[in-house]
């Protein structure tokens, strides 16, 4: 026995040892999303103005304004409530999304000329938003869950960062993506920039996020997210202001029957 | 002075020889330049107003740029669960397409239905083997009732069907990098299918699969056109020399002239497209000319005994002043091609023009020197004297009956002339192709069978922002819709009011009663982003509406209509519009637009083309022929076989385009060398030897009349082949060319004589 803890406790310490040092990228990838995750967590709620701008390939430019509220989910995914201030046409328009895990989100919209909430077909959220460059799973709350991980290296990315380039891979059927190329600054898990590769491999989208700002000493924001599409050259960019965060509010302000307000 | 150069050339004939390989490898570095550019849009100007128009909406929706695959099963049955699976894999696999944004079918096609409250937005069918004969019947009463998927992605009998995928360039590439790459992964899937599932016949059209079309319709002519030519030009030039030394200096000669013009091309920065690879055809047969005039005086010289570099510098002596003419005014005909409103003609025309200076510089340096260089017999043939006994009979017999002659022709001129604006103006791109080439009967096949590939879209642009909401603006989008449907050339109408009527029912539980536009432009807006959330990746509506949701693009799919119909269409819409849809007029964009007006535009262009040409050739012939009124007569028998050709072509064809347009140039410098080589021997024996009119025709008959006869031979024979091209542009430019070479050699024998001797005091009092 004596020789048996003597010998073997050691030998089997350092084999775990040894094994926890040769994480596998998979896993390397997947912890630091968590990690990442786990950075975030316990903002409670956040409110925030956006205004969407769109240029297509002649030039020409769009914007649309939103407001949007985001609820932090335990257990399960985020709720979000986005109110549409313009186009004039929708102006009053509010979409309420539930992020689930791998279950298929669920969503509303109140259609105000119509005085009724529709229920919307969420299998299809590789579609464009609002005829955006972003698609509905770019913009959505990014559960964990929803990708598979893969560490792939880590670089410089700008500012004097460092940045983890982690792979993913959607997990949900329906994606429009094959996968995402992420960079996630090391020190303060900051996504700096995204690759989106379509169904047939090909590079399509770059996302940029820039002029972060920490709020209540911990969270971080971008204000500008811009997406260019590669493979049309149509362009979205996304500003960003007027965060503020723990505003108090609650379940009820997610609700269907919340969505006619 | 020439024989002064001829006795120094042959001196140092193999410094000439080694000089000009050096000169021809220099120029032919320049081929590695050459690419093939298989863009339709290479047949106009950068800053064509219709392709600028037709670039805009592009850039304002999505491109349209396509590959069509069709798909007809033998049972004639669509909606069966083996063929609904198949499009279903097809689809799934036409997304691994390169540059695809978005792929069609009836397997992704998003049905909306009423669901309880809600709306139901969804692929129309999924997992088609597991369908029942109930859910196949369902699906297939919805498909053919779908305006959107009739005609377009499933035939109205319901016995083909279509997968169609959208090809965008990305912004830093172009369309000649990505068609060999597109069409290779379409080719690849097509044998897949052909494989998986034979029950499929498979047709490949669209925009991307046309674009091949024309590098493939390159290639053939390639392989089987310029083989074939050499093969005539190796034959005749045997049949008319019998000299192994001549064959060998003429065929390196022309090679020279190809390997060097297209080298220069190469250099100039000119790039392939099917036009210009007819170059190597025309510089072959008009180079060819050059050598049998050289060289058959040459062997006449020997043949009377003269040793051979002797001979030669009497053969370049003779021959030196009519060659230089011949190819300068050659070469300004096809010069004035530049004038064309289409860039590869003008590319050919400087390649060709550039082809005869090197023909011409090569057969005054290394012709003489080669054939001189090589060990030459010549055997005694009296072929040649009993020819020009038969001209000299025929010259009996044109002065005979000069006055028959003069009206009778005069009058067949004035006929075929007078049927030239019978012809009537065609550019159908489609049919530029011969049923050699796949794409031209795989098209016709889904033509007959399933949609048109002609189309023309419309931005209906309502001006202010969010305004395609507007029940004004949409009701005269649906009206205007409506009236397209009506008209008997439409095979197809894409409208998004369509879209607001389907939504509106949608939201009404799906009651027929509610297919109509909604009334209210929030609702019909909100209706709008209600769907437009529901729409999956690539299938979205940016492609139909711009990102102000003030414009929609309309697309009309039409028969594939003549381009008087088309014009007459635009002319119709247009008048239509202004007076019962105002708000959303806007005029028509395609490439069917575009080259229903290319013709007209090419043939007004070249009309100034011609002028310049005819005015530069005037001059020259005025100061080599020293005679303003021989000058003048000229114009007769240089400007009358274009005119008989064209109104000969109205009895043939009746049919005139793009191609055609550029014939009377370019052909106005080759007919010219036979008025040259004929008024220059009867004004030598007019004014030198003092013959009578009437003499100095047979003296010029006898002189010339067989060369005449020959090079008029070769060069009908040189552009026969062209018309044998599987590329339609080429082939009627052959055609045609061949034709006024044939209506030339008339004037010149039959018109020309009787003409001279009529006017023969007028022409003579000149000086006095």
Request: net charge neutral; aromatic share 10%; with cysteine.
């Amino acid at each position: 026995m004596k020789i048996i803890t003597k010998v073997a406790v050691p030998i089997l310490l350092s084999i775990f040892a040894v094994s926890a040092m040769a994480e596998t990228a998979e896993q390397k990838g997947l912890r630091i999303a968590k990690e990442a995750d786990a950075y975030d967590r316990g903002f409670g709620d956040s409110t925030a103005d956006m205004i969407m701008t769109l240029k297509n390939r002649a030039g020409q430019t769009s914007t649309r304004k939103i407001r949007s509220k985001i609820l932090e989910g335990i257990g399960d995914g985020d709720k979000s409530l986005s109110l549409f201030d313009t186009p004039a046409d929708v102006k009053g328009t509010a979409m309420l999304t539930f992020s689930h895990g791998l279950k298929p989100d669920d969503q509303w919209l109140y259609l105000p000329a119509l005085k009724r909430v529709k229920r919307i077909n969420s299998r299809n959220k590789s579609g464009p938003f609002m005829g955006s460059e972003f698609a509905f799973e770019d913009l959505g709350s990014q559960e964990v869950e929803k990708y598979h991980y893969k560490y792939l290296r880590e670089e410089a990315c700008g500012k004097g960062w460092k940045c983890y380039v982690t792979e993913r891979t959607p997990a949900y059927k329906y994606s429009g993506y094959s996968k995402q190329i992420g960079w996630i600054d090391t020190k303060e898990y900051r996504l700096v920039k995204v690759e989106f590769y379509d169904r047939k491999g090909t590079k399509m989208k770059t996302l940029t996020s820039s002029g972060y700002q920490q709020y209540l000493g911990k969270y971080w924001r971008p204000s500008v997210m811009s997406m260019q599409n590669h493979l049309t050259g149509k362009s979205t960019v996304l500003r960003w202001s007027n965060y503020k965060f723990k505003t108090g509010l609650s379940k009820r302000d997610f609700s269907k029957n919340a969505l006619a307000r | 002075m020439i024989e002064k150069y001829a006795k120094s050339l042959l001196q140092w004939q193999v410094q000439v020889l080694l000089l000009v390989f050096i000169g021809v490898v220099l120029a032919a570095t320049g081929a590695r330049n050459l690419t093939f550019n298989n863009d339709y849009k290479i047949f106009f100007n950068k800053d064509d107003e219709r392709l600028l128009a037709f670039e805009n909406l592009q850039n304002t929706y999505t491109k349209n740029d396509n590959v069509l695959i069709g798909l007809a099963p033998k049972d004639g049955k669509v909606f069966t669960r083996e063929t609904l699976a198949a499009i279903e894999d097809i689809t799934e696999r036409a997304w691994k397409t390169p540059y695809s944004i978005r792929v069609d079918s009836l397997a992704n096609y998003q049905h909306t239905e009423s669901a309880g409250d809600d709306m139901s937005v969804a692929n129309l069918y999924e997992n088609a083997k597991n369908l029942s004969d109930k859910e196949l019947e369902k699906i297939k009463q919805i498909a053919v009732h779908e305006p959107l998927l009739v005609h377009r992605q499933v035939s109205e009998k319901a016995d083909m069907a279509a997968v169609n995928i959208v090809i965008e360039i990305p912004p830093e590439s172009d369309m000649t990098a990505i068609v060999p790459e597109v069409v290779k992964h379409v080719r690849e899937l097509k044998a897949y299918i052909n494989k998986t599932y034979p029950e499929l016949a498979v047709y490949l059209t669209g925009i991307v699969m046309m674009n091949n079309a024309f590098a493939e319709a390159s290639q053939y002519d390639m392989s089987h056109l310029i083989p074939m030519t050499f093969l005539m030009i190796l034959l005749m030039v045997f049949l008319l020399l019998r000299s192994f030394n001549g064959i060998i200096a003429t065929m390196l000669v022309i090679i020279f002239s190809i390997i060097t013009a297209m080298g220069l091309a190469g250099w100039t920065g000119i790039q392939l497209s099917p036009p210009v690879m007819s170059s190597p055809v025309i510089i072959l047969t008009l180079g060819v000319a050059d050598c049998v005039h050289l060289l058959s005086t040459w062997m006449q010289q020997m043949r009377s005994g003269i040793e051979k570099k002797a001979a030669m510098v009497e053969s370049l002596r003779i021959n030196f002043g009519p060659i230089f003419l011949t190819s300068l005014t050659t070469a300004i005909g096809f010069l004035s091609l530049n004038f064309s409103d289409a860039p590869p003609f003008r590319d050919l025309g400087n390649i060709a023009a550039m082809g005869v200076t090197a023909a011409f510089l090569f057969s005054i340096t290394i012709l003489p020197a080669l054939a001189t260089l090589l060990p030459s017999n010549v055997k005694q043939t009296d072929e040649e004297s009993r020819m020009k006994n038969i001209m000299v009979s025929f010259s009996e017999w044109v002065i005979a009956k000069q006055k028959i002659l003069l009206m009778s022709m005069a009058t067949l001129a004035l006929v075929l002339i007078a049927l030239v604006p019978t012809n009537t103006l065609n550019d159908i791109y489609v049919d530029y192709f011969d049923n050699r080439i796949q794409f031209r009967t795989d098209t016709d096949f889904v033509v007959k069978n399933l949609t048109g590939v002609y189309f023309i879209d419309y931005s209906l642009d309502a001006k202010k922002p969010g305004a395609i909401s507007e029940p004004e603006i949409l009701a005269q989008i649906e009206k205007f819709s409506e009236w397209l449907r009506q008209q008997p050339e439409v095979i197809h109408v894409n409208t998004i009011s369509d879209t607001f009527k389907r939504l509106n029912r949608n939201m009404h539980g799906d009651d027929q009663s509610w297919y109509r536009l909604p009334k209210n432009r929030e609702l019909a807006a909100q209706y709008l982003l209600l769907y437009e959330m529901s729409l999956p990746y690539g299938l979205d509506l940016n492609n139909q509406i711009d990102i102000d949701k003030k414009s929609t693009r309309l697309s009309v799919t039409m028969k594939t209509i003549s381009t008087q119909n088309i014009l007459e269409f635009e002319k119709r819409v247009d008048a239509w519009m202004s007076a019962n849809t105002p708000l959303i007029k806007s005029i028509g964009a395609s490439p069917t637009v575009m080259f229903a007006h290319i013709g007209m535009k090419n043939i007004i262009s070249m009309l100034t083309g011609t002028t310049v040409a005819l005015i530069l050739i005037s001059i020259i012939l005025i100061v080599a022929l020293g005679s303003v009124r021989y000058g003048l007569l000229s114009l007769a028998p240089n400007l009358v076989p274009a005119g008989m050709a064209f109104g000969f072509w109205a009895i043939i064809d009746g049919e005139i385009g793009l191609a055609l347009s550029v014939v009377t140039a370019m052909t106005l410098g080759i007919v010219v060398d036979d008025t040259i080589h004929f008024l220059s021997k009867y004004i030598r024996a007019r004014r030198e030897q003092n013959l009578s009119a009437e003499d100095a025709v047979r003296y010029a008959f006898s002189t010339v009349g067989v060369a005449l006869w020959v090079t008029s031979l070769a060069l009908v024979a040189g552009f026969m082949v062209l018309s044998t091209s599987s590329f339609e542009l080429n082939a009627g430019m052959g055609l045609l060319t061949s034709i006024v070479i044939v209506f030339a050699l008339m004037a010149d024998f039959l018109l020309l004589p009787p003409l001279l001797i009529k006017l023969d005091n007028w022409l003579s009092n000149e000086n006095k």
